[in-house]
């Protein structure tokens, strides 16, 4: 059984920086951030690999980054340069292991000012 549970979220002005955390339990695979804003569908923002290969939307490119600690079953999103369109529940994403089945975290809210 995987479980997933974010923090780190927080209402920051345009510009600022935020850094999720993303709590896991359970075995693993690849591991992802998405985000959804009112009235929009989910989307990816990052995901990772076991390995730590990486993959970005367009809209994260050189501002967010991706990494993961798999001693310590943590994902993290480090966001600089944020913007008030980055607004949005961020959700942890993971890929069983064993199921190939995936699991979501419960979100957490980033609210960028402008």
């Known amino acids: 059984q995987v479980q997933l549970v974010e923090s780190g979220g927080g209402l920051v002005q345009a510009g600022g920086s935020l850094r999720l955390f993303c709590a896991a339990s359970?075995?693993?695979?690849?591991m992802g951030w998405y985000r959804q804003a009112p009235g929009k569908q989910r989307e990816l923002v990052a995901s990772?690999?076991?390995?730590?290969?990486?993959n970005y939307a367009d809209s994260a490119k050189g501002r967010f980054t991706i990494s993961r600690d798999n001693g310590k079953n943590t994902l993290y999103l480090e966001m600089n340069s944020l913007k008030p369109e980055d607004t949005a529940v961020y959700y942890c994403?993971?890929?069983?292991?064993?199921?190939?089945?995936?699991?979501w975290g419960q979100g957490t809210q980033v609210t960028v000012s402008s």
């Open positions: 994403n993971g890929r069983s292991k064993w199921t190939n089945r995936d699991y």
């Open positions: 359970g075995s693993i695979d690849g």
């Open positions: 990772i690999t076991r390995g730590g290969s990486t």
